[in-house]
């Protein structure tokens, strides 16, 4: 693999080629999505950028317009023999509000829509079945349906974010993490494709 490191950038342990998969998540800022995703046992990397818009190579700014039609996402290359895309979907869920269309807290606009684009038919399933099991619970505690959209990203373009983007909460231990959780757990279920 081109640029890949021998130990992780975040948490200084020594990596083995693995079998690698790729997810991407919108949850609103990417800042703090990052770091959650990261933290994730069997997570390789992660990158923050721009997807789902019609611009190419937009720019924060312009992206923070909304008028290029990008949501921020994170990227999440992980190896499956150690976490499997279920626990990552289960962490999508759970770190933000499905339920808020195009805002996560103070955070306005369609850049902050939440929103998940599947590598494969796999977790394409997987996604759509999290998200019923994951609805039934927000029902049960009288929340309202789930907006988060679940796309395939063959086609869509993942364009990285600018530099001082990238594990920015690295780079910035006290900076803006926002993240408005619904606050409802996600069951302890199996979720098979």
């Known amino acids: 693999?081109?640029?890949?490191?021998?130990?992780?950038?975040?948490?200084?342990?020594?990596?083995?080629?693995?079998m690698k998969s790729t997810a991407y998540f919108a949850t609103g800022c990417f800042w703090g999505a990052e770091r959650r995703f990261w933290q994730i046992?069997?997570?390789?990397e992660t990158s923050v950028g721009y997807m789902g818009g019609l611009t190419a190579n937009p720019t924060y700014e312009e992206v923070c317009t909304g008028k290029t039609g990008h949501a921020e996402i994170v990227k999440v290359d992980f190896d499956e023999s150690k976490?499997?895309?279920?626990?990552?979907?289960?962490?999508?869920?759970?770190?933000h509000d499905p339920t808020s269309l195009n805002q996560q807290g103070g955070d306005i606009g369609t850049q902050y829509r939440s929103?998940?684009?599947?590598?494969?038919?796999?977790?394409?399933?997987i996604?759509?079945?999290?998200?019923e099991v994951y609805q039934a619970v927000l029902t049960e505690q009288g929340l309202d349906?789930?907006?988060?959209?679940?796309n395939r990203s063959e086609g869509v373009t993942y364009f990285l974010a600018e530099e001082y983007h990238?594990?920015?909460?690295?780079?910035?231990?006290?900076?803006?993490?926002?993240?408005?959780?619904?606050?409802?757990?996600?069951?302890?279920?199996?979720?098979?494709?």
């Not at 693999?1 to 693995?18: A, K, L, S, W």
């Not at 046992?41 to 390789?44: M, T, W």
């Not at 349906?145 to 679940?150: A, G, H, K, P, Q």
């Open 83 to 95: 976490v499997s895309y279920q626990r990552l979907l289960e962490e999508f869920w759970t770190m």
């Open 145 to 150: 349906l789930i907006v988060s959209d679940i």
């Open 41 to 44: 046992e069997g997570v390789l």
């Open 1 to 18: 693999m081109q640029g890949y490191q021998r130990v992780h950038d975040c948490i200084q342990t020594e990596r083995i080629t693995p």
């Open 127 to 131: 996604a759509i079945n999290s998200r």
């Open 166 to 193: 990238q594990k920015y909460l690295i780079k910035n231990p006290k900076g803006y993490d926002c993240h408005s959780s619904t606050g409802v757990p996600y069951p302890a279920v199996v979720v098979s494709p």
């Open 115 to 125: 929103a998940i684009y599947t590598t494969n038919d796999s977790h394409h399933q």
